[in-house]
């Protein structure tokens, strides 16, 4: 029987190629995005091309008006998003997000009968969040198997992060042996209406230098802000 799998696909580099791995592994797979009132809506269409891209089982997208909350520039407009490099954990960070999310994915899990949910983080090339290091992942982990009617059956979930300990370059061209279409993705935290990418924001940065070191070509276009 064809394993399941809850994929969070929020239209990037990094959660498409995670896509990819996941039905690299054989696992029949649902992806759920989020429309939590970011300042990347395009993400969410970018999200849509690559689950039709990938052909996967079913595709979701929950509304969460994280605005509601703030406290950081991408989902509150009044704070000014950053250019270049900042120190410490930068405002772009959304309070609980991935813990957010994950809860999402979790009960998403527990109604189609899963017990493997995937996500993108990465530790190595990031912003410093910290709700993308290893021992987040183990610490969701192990409260997910103990807050689920699905743990308590004898049943053990697990989170994959199979990119988190690669660089950014490593995990394009793990993408391009997948046949991931970077094309379709966006990274940026502030596209403009043609879907163009800043190309100066923490995302944008890592992306950049992501291709050049793999040394493929970035399909990604730019604008001036």
Known sequence: MTRKAVILLSGGLDSSTALAIAKSQGFECYAISFNYSQRNKIELESAKRVAESQKIKDHKILDVDLTQIGGSALTDHRIEMPR??????????????????????????????????????????????????????????????????????????????????????????????????????????????????CGHCDSCRFRKKGFELAGVFDPTQYYQP
């Not at 809860?103 to 189609?112: D, G, H, N, Q």
């Not at 995937?118 to 198997?145: H, L, Q, W």
Request: charged share 20%; aromatic share 10%; proline share 6%.
């Open 84 to 197: 270049g490099k900042t120190d410490g954990i930068p405002i772009t960070y959304v309070p609980a997000r991935n813990t957010i999310f994950l809860s999402f994915a979790l009960a998403y899990a527990e109604i189609i009968n899963c017990l493997d949910i995937f996500i993108g983080v990465n530790a190595i090339d990031y912003s410093g969040y910290p709700d993308c290091r290893p021992e987040y992942i183990k610490a969701f982990t192990g409260m997910a198997n103990l807050a689920t009617k699905t743990s308590v059956q004898d049943n053990e979930i697990t989170i994959h992060a199979p990119l988190i300990e690669m660089t950014k370059p490593e995990i394009i061209k793990a993408g391009i042996g997948l046949g991931v279409d970077y094309s379709l993705t966006i990274s940026c935290y502030q596209p403009d209406i043609k879907a163009r990418a």
